[in-house]
Each structure stands twice: as C-alpha cells, then as structure tokens.
Nanobody, 119 residues
C-alpha cells in the first residue's frame, strides 16, 4: 500500500504563486509515472504535470511555462511549483503514483488539496 498526502493548497490572488507538496509513505513499488492532477467543480479530473520513469517531465498545455514539477527521492516527496496562477487553475489538486504491482499498473491517489485563485 502507498499513502500519498498532499499539502500546500490555499486561497491566492491571480498572479500569485503556491507550492504543493506530496509526501509518500508505505510500500515501495516500481514507479511508472508520478504526477499531479486536478479536478474543478463540474469537470473531470485532468492531468497537470507528470514525471515519467526517470526524470522526464510533461506538462499540460494550460500550465506549461507556469508550473514546475519536481521530486526529492531521498525524502519521498514530490512538488508542484505554481506561478502566475489564474482563476481557471482553481481546483482540487491530487498527487498520483502510477506503479507496477502484481504484473500490472495501479494508481495511488492522495486525498487532494484545494487551490482557489481569486480574480
């Protein structure tokens, strides 16, 4: 079992910055991808930023150039630095680990952290 705990969500004005953190604990599985997703009210969950096997990163078009994903393997942490926030970034942000388990891929999710950007 993998436990993921997000923190860092807050209310911020447009143009501001936040850094989200994700702490991982529990069983050690081989990670396929790790990343951040978000879900706004009335919308489906969408991916925001990913770290592919190793250290390659991917960003959704809507956040590229404003958000930066990073990880600290030593402390089992993952971060999302969010700059120049916009009201449309308002959502619950979730940490995800997609891991190899039992011969297949499995998703672990955190409980989410609320980010609200006021205009």
């Amino acid at each position: 079992q993998v436990r993921l705990v997000e923190s860092g969500g807050d209310l911020v004005q447009a143009g501001g910055s936040l850094r989200l953190s994700c702490a991982a604990a529990g069983s050690t599985f081989s990670i396929n991808t790790m990343g951040w997703y978000r879900q706004a009210p009335g919308k489906e969950r969408e991916w925001v930023a990913l770290i592919i096997t190793g250290s390659s990163t991917r960003y959704a078009d809507s956040v590229r150039g404003r958000f930066t994903i990073s990880k600290d393997n030593t402390n089992h942490m993952m971060y999302l630095q969010m700059n120049n926030l916009k009201p449309e970034d308002t959502a619950v942000y979730y940490c995800n680990h997609n891991v190899w388990r039992g011969g297949g891929l499995y998703d672990y999710w955190g409980q989410g952290t609320q980010v609200t950007v006021s205009s």
